[in-house]
């Protein structure tokens, strides 16, 4: 099978598709820069320099394709220029869902995330919950929008359509904001302790491989949403982990929810005036997304994909030794 995929070279990517390659399918991804695609075609895939934001490329790329994955997207809670984001999380996705559509794709796979959701009145929630009202950064926002999209070309032109939406994603190589987070606790370059609180749903990298991997070779799922994630942890539960695995005392200062926040908005102001990224990763979305948190039931996916899922202590000591 031929299959177009987009946000080949990210951390969930670079795990998908030797996934693919060993099931024996044609790769096409599309990369923003030539040299970035270098380890993709070492590993048997095509490369086709191309962007979401260019209609064209997508179009060239995707033509005689069986089937379309689209990972591209921002993901970070701050970016210099605000409008990045809907370049790529809104128009972007436009652009391949509206191409895939065009071009009567059989197949269409569309990865999202579960911060979409927000803070539903359901807890633990699940794909037929109602979102809630707010989502609480830019990326969540975005992404919520360009998925609004894509289900609307669903179901108003029969577009055929699965979304797949991951929880806390961890596992080596993760240069995102959740690791980052872990790096810095075992670099011991976190100087407080944050949100201890705060439950998130989490998920190794490969599962959501492997979930992408079935959704993508299955023709009974078009209009299927799929929460993928399965061990609810509070982040005092991860750092315990992240110390043990890593042999590394955690901060010894915890900082206060107000603290946190107050500390992030001044950050979030300097960063903007001086350009460059929050220290810490402490910028005012990244706080309210960690204080918020995620409580979802990923079983869906594991009944409809046949999917089992990796113990999360699993995944950390795999990130941990990767970061070392």
Known sequence: MKVFVTGATGFIGSHLVPRLLRDGHELRCLVRRPGTGRPLEEQGAATIQGDVTDRGSIERAMSGCDCVIHLAN???????????????????????????????IPRVVHVSSAVIYG??????????????????????????????????????????????????????GDTRATGDYIRRLVRRSMPARIMEDSVLTFVHVRDVAEAIARAAMRDDLSGARLLVGAQRLSLREVNRMVGEISGVPLPALRLPGPLATAGAALLTWLADRVGQPPPWGMSTDQIRTMKKGFEFDGGKAEREL????????AALEEEIASCR
């Open 74 to 104: 921002v993901y970070s809670f701050w970016e210099a220029d605000r409008r990045t984001y809907a370049k790529v999380n809104v128009e972007g996705t436009r652009n391949v869902m509206e191409c895939a559509l065009a071009a009567a």
């Open 119 to 172: 803070r539903p009145t359901d807890l633990p929630f699940t794909e037929e919950s109602p979102v809630g009202p707010v989502r609480f950064s830019e990326y969540a926002r975005t992404k919520y929008e360009g998925d609004r999209i894509a289900w609307k070309l669903h179901e108003q032109q029969g577009m055929p359509l699965v979304t797949i939406m991951p929880g806390s994603v961890l596992g080596p």
């Open 306 to 313: 046949g999917i089992a899922y990796t113990p999360i202590r």
